[in-house]
């Protein structure tokens, strides 16, 4: 089968018959109804109807965060995209608005730069092309030193210590 309208084929009965998607420049597939689902290859074996659904492609460019400085955090993006730690950077519409909020961790603080963002509160990038944007999260005086304490009880006899040492 090679469709670009509506079409369809005969096959012997048992064949598995594998269909592949690809979108014309300009579009993109959005994935399989009907006996197929998902966006990879479509194998049928049996009689059935299966629709390709292709939309208009929405023209991108990339919005990067770069975490910087000695302390720690967290920055996410509405719509959602960005969440650093684990992703930072993702695609969003050419023209759209990205709204960036960091979070600094327990003893660290944060400052923007880039892409027209400065201060602390939330950075909204308008993606007029790819943009890169700076979250340095900068380390507060460190935390007071944990006591741990330990209590031998019991019938029994042995021995704690401790890694680090101290105990």
């Given at each position: 089968?090679?469709?670009?309208?509506?079409?369809?084929?005969?096959?012997?009965?048992?064949?598995?018959?594998?269909?592949?998607?690809?979108?014309?420049?300009?579009?993109?597939?959005?994935?399989?109804?009907?006996?197929?689902?998902?966006?990879?290859?479509?194998?049928?074996?049996?009689?059935?109807?299966?629709?390709?659904?292709?939309?208009?492609?929405?023209?991108?460019?990339?919005?990067?965060?770069?975490?910087?400085?000695?302390?720690?955090?967290?920055?996410?993006?509405?719509?959602?995209?960005?969440?650093?730690?684990?992703?930072?950077?993702?695609?969003?519409?050419?023209?759209?608005?990205?709204?960036?909020?960091?979070?600094?961790?327990?003893?660290?603080?944060?400052?923007?730069?880039?892409?027209?963002?400065?201060?602390?509160?939330?950075?909204?990038v308008v993606m007029?092309?790819?943009?890169?944007?700076?979250?340095?999260?900068?380390?507060?005086?460190?935390?007071?030193?944990?006591?741990?304490?330990?209590?031998?009880?019991?019938?029994?006899?042995?021995?704690?210590?401790?890694?680090?040492?101290?105990?």
């Amino acid at each position: 089968i090679d469709c670009g309208g509506t079409c369809s084929g005969q096959f012997q009965q048992g064949v598995t018959v594998s269909l592949n998607a690809a979108a014309a420049p300009g579009s993109a597939f959005a994935g399989w109804s009907g006996a197929c689902s998902g966006t990879g290859p479509c194998s049928i074996t049996n009689n059935a109807t299966v629709t390709a659904r292709f939309v208009v492609a929405v023209a991108t460019n990339q919005l990067s965060v770069v975490k910087g400085g000695n302390g720690s955090g967290t920055v996410t993006s509405n719509p959602s995209g960005i969440s650093c730690g684990a992703v930072c950077s993702s695609q969003f519409p050419t023209g759209s608005s990205v709204v960036l909020e960091a979070v600094p961790a327990s003893g660290s603080t944060f400052t923007w730069s880039g892409a027209g963002c400065s201060g602390s509160g939330a950075c909204v990038v308008v993606m007029i092309g790819d943009q890169t944007v700076t979250a340095t999260f900068t380390a507060t005086a460190p935390p007071p030193p944990m006591t741990l304490t330990v209590t031998i009880g019991g019938a029994g006899l042995g021995t704690v210590t401790s890694n680090p040492s101290g105990i």
